[in-house]
């Protein structure tokens, strides 16, 4: 069983910078692949980004390419979502998730239903 938290999110303005985190307990971490995905009010959740389970394979919505970054720290347990330039339609519930599935390309991460776990979420606001 892993259990994820995420954190840092928060009230910005449009144009700012935030980095939101996501630890995960257990000793299996650096075999997971590791997803974001947000959820707007009134909205679906959809796909942010994605981070292959060896690190070497990121893919990301065509919405957040060249503004988000995901990086993993496998020594913290810790995968970082890093969004520079935000915008209001940023405004949403941010989700990580983990994959027990050794794909190693991150691109076919997208589907939720790969993931086997999920954190609480964490609130991102942007402020125009």
């Known amino acids: 069983q892993v259990q994820l938290v995420e954190s840092g999110g928060g009230l910005v303005q449009a144009g700012d910078s935030l980095r939101l985190s996501c630890a995960a307990s257990g000793r299996t971490f650096v075999t997971y692949a590791m997803g974001w995905f947000r959820q707007a009010p009134g909205k679906e959740r959809e796909f942010v980004g994605a981070i292959s389970w060896s690190g070497l394979s990121t893919y990301y919505a065509d919405s957040v390419k060249g503004r988000f970054t995901i990086s993993r720290d496998d020594a913290e347990n810790t995968v970082y979502l890093q969004m520079n330039s935000l915008k209001p339609e940023d405004t949403a519930v941010y989700y990580c998730?983990?994959?027990?599935?050794?794909?190693?390309?991150?691109?076919?991460?997208?589907?939720?239903?790969?993931?086997?776990?999920w954190g609480q979420g964490t609130q991102l606001t942007v402020s125009s």
């Open positions: 998730a983990a994959s027990r599935r050794r794909i190693t390309s991150a691109q076919a991460m997208t589907p939720p239903s790969l993931y086997d776990y």
